[in-house]
């Protein structure tokens, strides 16, 4: 059994908990006030992701495209991601929504614009 | 000189949203000055996501979110002029502007819609010692640098300051393969959302130093490190609790100021709260027919609260415009009770609510198991719901529908404070 310490992020309150893992499943929380607290436990054991936004150069231009992955992605993929994103070829004209960098390290997720580029 | 019926200055979320507003109110001809080369103001910069909830019930970057409110402003056909610079407006409503392909210009408005948002406090308003060297930037221009420009300021990065700014740019410059080595915080709390403290600061193993402030830069050219020291209760630090991190960067994000130099220009009364410009339910300051909306007003946590804030000052102004506006008679002040600062509006025409009023402020400092409440003449009028947690982080917010006012048509003071339970 291994023990976890993180922070709520379900509300201002910021609940520090304590939080017992077995095979990456949650065993038990303590220190919540409510039960976003357990639901943000689980979830964090278990599969935590996140939102990846950065940037691709485009030759011969000053400004770079923002992009975000269509979805959060899993977080320990979230440095390839960027690595892809870095390798990306950007085909101008861009527009909000078309894929950057498809399926990101076979996440099944796309990385796309986030922003108009002529 | 050229005559508009509402100019908008500024065409950031609050330009744009005022404008769409005034125009869907009926003003043909408006005008949006915007010194940048293109419309969107700092959300342009915010590459990250998290805007939009509010209004468009979908987390959006900060691009997209803009974006959303510029392809409406072209549906439109609004007028704007990018590249141009407001230098003067007068309590007359003069406005002087000047741009590289128009020159000097000079506008007579029937209506102005103040915003200009607001600026980050630099390095000249802490008093850090040490050498002016390169490498000490606000956050937001290492931001602006690294997502607009295409610019990496430096590899080794300390942070002065948790505000959201700061906590954002720990996470991207980590992103661009910087070791940021620790955020300073010089309060017992940050002022960054939890959300950010997490999942910028914590996933990446940044630490938070709480209670810490930098107190000596090194480096002659280029910075080399910073000292920080831990603070006391009077926040000044404690002799021998020094230490030394090299770091080539310095980001800075203590804090943003309203971008009031025009406003006082033309006479604007600032709360010396806010930093912003005193107004009422309609968002029109003292001076007649100027209105201000957005950072500029107050600073914001969500731009959300910017767009509807603004929309409505831009429906005002248009209303001023086309001479649907009644003289509204004397107002009736707003007051900052216990735990509230800088309460928005400032003043109320009591006797002329006719839509919700919504009363935003700054709690003073972090109160758990706490409630809004508002007196009329120092007795309780409306008691809001419980909230677990609030902190000056995180603007407060109560709306109070017109009814209340017209149960107390007599009342001659408006007190907003917070109640916490024993």
Redesign the interface.
């Known amino acids: 059994m291994e023990t976890r310490i993180?922070?709520?992020?379900g509300?201002?309150?910021?609940c520090q908990l304590t939080v017992e893992v077995e095979n990456n499943q949650m065993v038990s929380v303590t220190g919540n006030?409510c039960k976003k607290g357990v639901e943000y436990a689980r979830d964090e054991v278990a599969s935590p992701t996140?939102?990846?936004?950065?940037?691709v150069?485009v030759p011969g231009r000053?400004?770079?495209l923002?992009v975000?992955t269509a979805q959060a992605i899993p977080?320990d993929q979230i440095f390839a991601c960027?690595q892809a994103v870095r390798k990306a070829h950007v085909n101008l004209p861009v527009s909000?929504g078309d894929v950057v960098v498809p399926n990101v390290c076979n996440t099944g997720i796309d990385v796309i614009a986030?922003?108009?580029l002529d | 000189m050229r005559q508009v019926d509402v100019l908008i200055i500024g065409g950031g979320p609050a330009g744009l949203a005022a404008a769409i507003a005034a125009r869907e109110a009926g003003v043909e001809n408006l005008l949006i000055l915007e010194r940048e080369e293109s419309l969107g103001g700092i959300l342009k910069q915010c590459i990250h996501n998290g805007f939009g909830l509010q209004r468009f019930g979908e987390e959006l970057t900060g691009p997209e979110y803009a974006q959303r409110y510029i392809d409406k402003a072209m549906e439109l056909a609004l007028p704007y002029q990018c590249d141009t610079m407001v230098l003067d407006v007068t309590p007359d409503r003069v406005v002087t502007a000047i741009s590289p392909t128009e020159g000097l210009q000079q506008f007579q408005a029937k209506a102005i819609v103040l915003a200009m948002g607001c600026r980050e406090r630099p390095r000249g308003a802490l008093g850090i010692p040490g050498w002016r060297c390169s490498g000490i930037y606000s956050a937001g221009t290492a931001q602006r640098f690294v997502n607009l420009e295409g610019f990496l300021p430096g590899k080794e990065v300390v942070i002065l300051g948790s505000g959201d700014i700061g906590l954002i740019m720990a996470r991207r410059m980590t992103f661009e393969g910087c070791k940021v080595k620790a955020c300073v915080e010089l309060m017992p709390y940050s002022s960054g959302l939890k959300r950010n403290i997490v999942q910028c600061l914590d996933d990446y193993g940044i630490p938070l130093m709480l209670n810490h402030t930098v107190v000596d830069v090194a480096g002659r050219e280029r910075l080399e490190g910073v000292t920080i020291a831990q603070v006391g209760e009077n926040l000044k630090p404690i002799p021998g609790t020094e230490q030394y991190i090299p770091c080539d960067t310095l980001l800075l994000s203590v804090g943003l100021i309203p971008e009031n130099e025009l406003s006082t220009a033309a006479g604007v009364e600032l709360s010396p709260a806010t930093s912003g410009p005193v107004v009422d339910e309609t968002l029109a300051t003292n001076v007649p027919g100027i209105f201000a909306a957005g950072n500029v007003l107050h600073v914001h946590d969500l731009v959300d609260f910017v767009s509807e804030e603004s929309a409505r000052a831009g429906e005002q102004a248009a209303r001023y415009a086309l001479g649907q506006t009644a003289d509204n008679g004397p107002a009736i002040p707003v007051e900052n009770g216990f735990g509230v600062n800088g309460v928005v509006p400032q003043r109320v025409h009591a006797g002329k609510v006719d839509a919700p009023i919504r009363f935003m402020f700054r709690p003073r400092n972090v109160y758990k198991a706490v409630r809004i409440c508002v007196d009329f003449d120092g007795q309780e009028v409306l008691r809001g719901k419980p909230h677990m947690i609030m902190a000056p982080g995180e603007m407060a917010t109560l709306e109070v529908e017109p009814q209340l006012f017209a149960d107390h048509p007599d009342v001659s003071k408006i007190t907003v404070r917070l109640e916490v339970r024993q």
């Open positions: 993180m922070t709520c992020i509300c201002p309150m910021g006030t996140r939102m990846v936004t950065s940037v150069r000053k400004a770079p923002c975000k977080k960027l909000i986030t922003r108009n």
